[in-house]
């Protein structure tokens, strides 16, 4: 919950908006919540499932083909374009690998002993 959070505030700018009016605050929240509510959904069905996937790159491929989901909307074809970008996220998004400071998946899945010892 903290890594999506952390996501949505650092990337989605959750918390920054542009006007001092409290009605305008409160419409670009909601903006930007729905916005990223479909991004976790596109994430979700795109690389959620692999642990080798970093989430920081997928919300990039997400934000990056945003006006192509727009226009998906307004013209039809939205379907080919989701699967476009789920293709995307799968192909690529990779967590670096890292010798001198190990990202969390290598540190769970290559670095640690899980060999359990009963006493």
Known sequence: MERLFRLWKE?????DWRSKKPWRILCELY????ALVIQQWLIHEGCWKDPW???V????V???EANRIMVALYEGGLEQVLRSIVRCMRSGCRVERRRT????VQLLLEGLDW????T
């Open 31 to 34: 903006g930007k919540l729905a």
């Open 62 to 64: 997400v934000r990056r």
């Open 11 to 15: 990337h989605g700018q959750i918390d």
């Open 101 to 104: 400071h190990p990202s969390t």
């Open 53 to 55: 996937r970093s989430l």
């Open 115 to 118: 060999e359990l010892t009963l």
């Open 57 to 60: 790159k997928a919300a990039q």
